[in-house]
């Protein structure tokens, strides 16, 4: 109930045709985006690249302050977003992580991947009586 997006946005395919669509739009409405490249973060013992967009103002993004996507430097993918909201105007931070830790509104991550498994039809099959589906 909770969840600030539907179950269809989960996987790697969605959250990298997201975090694709964003950067373009910024760019083709060359939005005052400072972005930075982290070369050596680590994240659960992967080695990553972190891209890090922060938005100098809330007309850039209403929903982000700033946004982390950290890249695994072996798979190229990203393994974990962190996305920052904008603090209430009257808040005082005494430095940027705590600014960060007030705001963090987003956090995915994924471990353990497993590529090129083998899966069938009826993995994905709604129906599938070993899921327990209720409708």
């Not at 005082?92 to 069938?120: G, V």
Request: hydrophobic share 35%.
């Amino acid at each position: 109930s909770e969840a600030r997006h539907p179950v269809t946005m989960v996987g790697l395919i969605k959250l990298c045709d997201e975090i694709t669509v964003r950067r373009k739009q910024e760019l083709a409405q060359r939005l005052p985006v400072r972005c930075r490249l982290v070369e050596n973060e680590v994240v659960n013992d992967r080695p990553c690249y972190g891209f890090v967009s922060t938005y100098l103002d809330r007309k850039c993004s209403e929903d982000y302050r700033k946004s982390i996507q950290y890249v695994d430097k072996e798979w190229l993918f990203p393994i974990c977003v962190k996305n920052y909201g904008w603090p209430e105007a009257k808040q005082k931070f005494a430095d940027d992580n705590a600014l960060d830790e007030a705001t963090l509104i987003e956090h995915y991550a994924y471990s353990e991947l497993q590529f090129n498994q083998k899966l069938a039809a009826k993995d994905f099959d709604r129906t599938n009586e070993a899921y327990s589906f209720h409708r």
